[in-house]
């Protein structure tokens, strides 16, 4: 089994998203595995990882607005609020989404499908340097 790893540093504008295919595909290339894993992990709590459709940002626009109404900033009935009113909001989307997720390779690439696109997802107000950790194993 071969195990490749490496870290990608992602500097966000602020809430929403940025697709980070191109990036986590260059890792596989790299690692020269042909059939294998490849997972993709973030070091953060307070921003995530998705894979939705890369076609239309309207998409990711409407996710905005979803996660607006389930982890709205500043609710008075949070507590966690040491660095605003967007703090525990975006605690809760990362626990809403995730931090992780794996992707099978295939042909020395992501097997993902037509639409689908890997992105961070950033979910303070202000932007950040975020840090990706990508293994892949086959």
């Not at 973030?42 to 921003?47: A, F, L, P, Y």
């Not at 990882?49 to 239309?56: K, M, S, V």
Request: net charge negative; charged share 20%; hydrophobic share 40%.
């Amino acid at each position: 089994m071969t195990a490749h790893q490496q870290r990608l540093r992602v500097r966000t504008e602020g809430r929403g998203s940025q697709e980070i295919t191109g990036a986590v595909n260059a890792a596989v290339r790299d690692s020269g595995v042909h059939t294998g894993l490849c997972h993709v992990f973030v070091q953060h709590t307070s921003c995530s990882l998705t894979i939705t459709e890369n076609a239309d940002p309207d998409v990711r626009r409407d996710l905005e607005t979803v996660m607006a109404r389930l982890a709205p900033d500043g609710d008075p009935a949070w507590w966690h609020d040491l660095e605003g009113p967007d703090d525990m909001a975006a605690h809760v989307r990362s626990v809403l989404t995730d931090t992780g997720l794996s992707v099978p390779v295939g042909e020395g690439r992501l097997l993902l499908g037509t639409w689908q696109g890997i992105f961070l997802w950033e979910h303070r107000h202000h932007g950040a340097t975020r840090s990706v950790v990508i293994t892949v194993l086959g």
